[in-house]
T-cell receptor, first 111, second 114 residues
Framework: GNSVTQMEGPVTLSEEAFLTINCTYT??????LFWYVQYPGEGLQLLLK?????DKGSNKGFEATYRKETTSFHLEKGSVQVSDSAVYFC??????????FGTGTRLTVIP | DVKVTQSSRYLVKRTGEKVFLECVQD?????MFWYRQDPGLGLRLIYF???????EKGDIPEGYSVSREKKERFSLILESASTNQTSMYLC?????????????FGAGSRLTVL
């Protein structure tokens, strides 16, 4: 079946620290992979995506590389800001119409 | 930009009441979804619809029903609300077909059942 396992939170970092949020997946076929972000009081929005092995998605200083050999899609950012405080969701999509989401990781960045 | 609008941001209802959550999207998307978001559980799919009058059960459909009479509107119905349905409800839409189609989410409806 299809599933996503992501790093338990919450994560608290100081401003300018390095961020990694781990995500691994199980999927039939060749999924597309996504990171969504939910800022306080808002719905989810797409942060980045990758559609095939070795693709790197990037946006707003965040990056994630689709690693088929380790079935992973870890989210990284070199220097976090207070404005990055949010909940981050890893997700996968197969040929069907549904997305499978991880449980979310809450990030808090302190000045 | 695609917009997904959920009619109510906050609702408070009593046990046994019938509850309607409305969702409208303005970009002619084929697929629409209702998710429930709970701490530590992430997003769980309740129902989705890939066309007018079509619906499919998701992972947790019990206690819910849906209606899609028009392409742009997808309603979630709680026939008899219960306290364990207190949650954040998220509507989303996307183009149909395979591929890396991105979900566009509404802002959410936070329902409290007393």
């Amino acid at each position: 079946g299809n599933s996503v396992t992501q790093m338990e939170g919450p994560v608290t970092l100081s401003e300018e620290a390095f961020l990694t949020i781990n995500c691994t997946y199980t999927a039939t076929g060749y999924p597309s992979l996504f990171w969504y972000v939910q800022y306080p009081g808002e719905g989810l929005q797409l942060l980045l995506k990758a559609t095939k092995a070795d693709d790197k998605g990037s946006n707003k200083g965040f990056e994630a590389t689709y690693r088929k050999e380790t079935t992973s899609f870890h989210l990284e950012k070199g220097s976090v800001q207070v404005s990055d405080s949010a909940v981050y969701f890893c997700a996968l999509k197969t040929g069907a119409n549904n997305l499978f989401f991880g449980t979310g990781t809450r990030l808090t960045v302190i000045p | 930009d695609v917009k997904v609008t959920q009619s109510s941001r906050y609702l408070v209802k009593r046990t046994g009441e019938k509850v309607f959550l409305e969702c409208v999207q303005d970009m002619d998307h084929e697929n629409m979804f209702w998710y429930r978001q709970d701490p530590g559980l992430g997003l769980r799919l309740i129902y989705f619809s890939y066309d007018v009058k079509m619906k499919e059960k998701g992972d947790i459909p019990e206690g819910y029903s849906v209606s899609r009479e028009k392409k742009e509107r997808f309603s979630l119905i709680l026939e008899s609300a219960s306290t364990n349905q207190t949650s954040m409800y998220l509507c989303a839409s996307t183009l149909g077909g395979p591929g890396a189609n991105v979900l566009t989410f509404g802002a959410g409806s936070r329902l409290t059942v007393l």
